[in-house]
């Protein structure tokens, strides 16, 4: 069924773009078409964006509920049971006996931070992000409720960061929101970061009333947020404990949160930074903290999912990555699950959060902040929820709403976008920062090396002299190296030969030099091949721009390699291959937008 419906849509996307549809023919939609927003005026007034026509309904007030759960499962020495603390919001609706789906916010971070000075608990509606769905969406016969994880406000167990205890009570908290008296048994969950990890959590415990996730920059497997290709953020060595001693209130209570997890946390980190291929046990605690995979056969849901392109908190292969040549959200797509995307150039961001789009750099999303904020996200987002949760109006269209670099918003059916065409460019006849000896590029007599403080530069100015680029999707680079120890790491940035404008990055520890997180160890002297994927790329080069990149041995937020100087890698550029994905699309796909 999965199959014959991704059949249909991919169908009637391609009519629409090649105008085999007659755009005149009326549909039965009551909402705006998503090519005409751009004239509808917007209520551009506020923090956040809101839905086109308020509801009729106000809330009740706020209720609370303590749910036992049996954790006998999940912790050796920790309690056998713990509760899961939630507040909720009914709609007026309720009062004459409606049944309401409920959209649920699941985080750690009620009553967070140092006494004296935390966020707000449970029972009052954030002012994140609370705010946004109480007030665009109670008013529609929506209800609300707020979800503490283990460990933290008035949730008792152990603060199992990511762990299974926490996706059992997780799914406690689904399950009852669920099957209570006021709920039509649907339920949706909403948030970014770690509140769209706990969405993951949840679809990997595949309830039958969670019917549809909206993970903004959401976590989807702790390894890949904290490891790309074996190159270690700074923050992979401490966040496991960073999280413990933020959620805690510093009292008697906290002996409850305390687990043997939070010693494996402490350990995690430079256990694998430094072990590489050393590190079996670890892979047991990251494999725990992976609920991508989990709720891709576990579960029966849609996703709509949202990402910052210029995001590298939450960096972008959480979506577009997976197992080495394929990507998270084709999978999904391919399997059969209904999938929506918004795809924009922000950062840790909301689709609306103007606020904090103000904050781009260049290279960062400033070349499209004009065109960045999504006036009509709130709406969007409610024709989603109207379809998946209270089963009435139009099936919204499974397309992803992408942005390019430049500001430019188009629709695919999928991204990275299935038919492209991928343009090879043999690295050998770009310039580097050295002479050309026997084919092999030569500083001051020597191969050219990355590391130990030395870097190299290639530009490829002749790569597109006559046509412009539009890169789409994730960018190749099979880079040939001869490792001087078992360990090293090259970072690529790649710019815009003429502007200087960054356009994209990769890194990789020369151990996981096939791809993916599978270490191995490598042999001193001996020639591989890594590789290299870079971070996923929607971005335009004009004619005769061309590129141009720059490989160290750690850049953005990645630490040099644990080797340190003595682990330097000798780089063959001339015989190495770039494989980049373009695309060629008319004036049909442009999406204007409010």
């Not at 720059?550 to 100087?565: H, K, R, V």
């Amino acid at each position: 069924m999965r199959g014959q419906s991704v059949a249909v849509v991919t169908l009637l996307l391609s009519c629409i773009f090649s105008g085999c549809l007659d755009s005149e023919v009326e549909t039965d939609s009551p909402y705006p078409d998503i090519w005409e927003r751009y004239e509808i005026e917007w209520d551009t007034s506020g923090t956040f964006s809101k839905v086109l026509e308020p509801g009729p309904f106000y809330s009740l007030d706020v209720r609370e509920t303590l749910i036992q759960v049996d954790t006998s499962s999940v912790w050796e020495t920790g309690p056998s049971s713990a509760e899961v603390h939630l507040s909720y919001w009914l709609p007026s609706n309720t009062e004459q006996g409606d049944k309401v789906p409920v959209i649920a916010v699941i985080s750690p971070y009620f009553s967070y931070g140092t006494p004296g000075d935390e966020s707000t608990p449970t029972n009052i509606v954030s002012a994140g992000r609370g705010e946004f769905i109480f007030e665009n969406f109670v008013p529609h016969g929506y209800a609300f409720a707020q979800v503490a994880v283990f460990g933290t406000e008035e949730s008792s167990g152990c603060f199992d960061y990511r762990g299974n205890g926490e996706g059992l009570g997780i799914h406690a908290a689904v399950e009852w929101l669920g099957t209570q008296d006021w709920s039509n048994g649907n339920v949706g969950l909403y948030g970014k970061s770690y509140e769209g990890a706990t969405q993951w959590e949840a679809a990997a415990m595949g309830s039958e009333y969670l019917k549809t996730i909206v993970p903004i920059s959401g976590t989807t497997a702790l390894h890949p947020l904290l490891y790309k290709n074996g190159s270690a953020e700074a923050r992979s060595q401490i966040m496991h404990m960073n999280y413990f001693s933020s959620t805690v209130d510093y009292d008697s209570d906290d002996l409850d949160n305390v687990c043997p997890d939070i010693a494996e946390g402490l350990f995690a980190g430079p256990v694998t930074y430094i072990g590489g291929e050393m590190d079996p046990y670890m892979e047991n605690y990251y494999e725990e903290r992976s609920h991508i995979d989990k709720a891709f056969v576990n579960w029966d849901g849609s996703i709509y999912w949202v990402q910052g392109m210029q995001d590298w908190n939450v960096d972008p292969h959480q979506v577009f990555g997976g197992p080495p040549g394929t990507n998270w959200y084709s999978e999904y797509v391919d399997a059969g699950f209904e999938v929506r995307g918004m795809l924009g150039q922000w950062g840790h961001d909301y689709p609306d959060q103007w606020s904090k789009h103000q904050d781009s750099v260049s290279g960062y999303g400033l070349e499209a902040l004009a065109n960045m904020t999504r006036w009509d996200w709130a709406q969007d987002l409610f024709e989603w929820f109207e379809y998946y949760l209270q089963e009435r109006g139009a099936k919204p269209d499974l397309i992803a709403q992408i942005q390019r670099n430049d500001g430019e918003w188009r629709i695919e059916d999928s991204w990275p976008p299935s038919n492209y065409e991928d343009y090879i460019v043999d690295m050998g006849t770009c310039e580097n920062d050295g002479a050309f000896v026997g084919g092999i590029s030569v500083i001051g007599g020597g191969i050219p090396v990355v590391g130990g403080g030395q870097s190299i530069t290639v530009e490829c100015p002749e790569i597109n002299p006559d046509f412009p680029m539009h890169i789409s999707g994730l960018v190749s680079l099979h880079l040939s190296a001869v490792p001087s120890f078992d360990g090293g790491q090259v970072f690529v940035e790649m710019q815009n030969l003429r502007t200087g404008v960054r356009l994209g990055h990769a890194t990789m520890d020369v151990r996981y030099h096939e791809g993916g997180s599978e270490p191995q160890t490598v042999v001193p002297g001996q020639e591989i091949t890594m590789m290299m994927e870079f971070q996923a790329i929607d971005a335009i080069v004009n004619p005769g721009d061309g590129l141009k990149f720059i490989l160290t041995d750690s850049g953005e937020d990645y630490l040099a390699p644990a080797c340190g100087n003595v682990c330097t890698v000798h780089v063959l550029t001339s015989l190495s291959e770039l494989i980049i994905p373009v695309v060629d699309r008319s004036a049909d796909n442009v999406l204007s937008v409010p």
